[in-house]
């Protein structure tokens, strides 16, 4: 089994910036993908950001130029930078992790952290 634990989240203005960390621990070595969904309130959870174990990037249409993703293969660790935060990216991040080289399979989940940005 995988543990995330997820943090950073937080309340923001708009405009500023926030990074969130998610440490993976136990079977790391059957991770691939990692990464963020986020979930509005009323709406469906949307993959926000992926990178896999060859450094490829994935995105959504909606926070490219904004986010960015990183990883530490070292400390099983995965970062989203998000920068010029709007009020519509409030929502729960979900970190998640899959054993292939996408994360639209998702073999683990976080809890979920709150970001909330406010206008």
């Known amino acids: 089994q995988v543990q995330l634990v997820e943090s950073g989240g937080g309340l923001v203005q708009a405009g500023g910036s926030l990074r969130l960390s998610c440490v993976a621990s136990?079977?790391?070595?059957?991770?691939?993908?990692m990464g963020w969904y986020r979930q509005a309130p009323g709406k469906q959870r949307e993959l926000v950001a992926a990178?896999?174990?060859?450094?490829?990037?994935n995105f959504a249409a909606s926070v490219k130029g904004r986010f960015t993703i990183s990883r530490d293969n070292a400390k099983n660790t995965v970062y989203l930078q998000m920068n010029s935060l709007k009020v519509e990216d409030t929502a729960v991040y979900y970190c998640?992790?899959?054993?292939?080289?996408?994360?639209?399979?998702?073999?683990?989940w976080g809890q979920g952290t709150q970001v909330t940005v406010s206008s």
């Open positions: 136990g079977r790391t070595f059957s991770i691939n993908a």
């Open positions: 998640a992790v899959s054993t292939t080289d996408t994360l639209m399979i998702v073999a683990r």
């Open positions: 990178i896999n174990s060859g450094g490829s990037t």
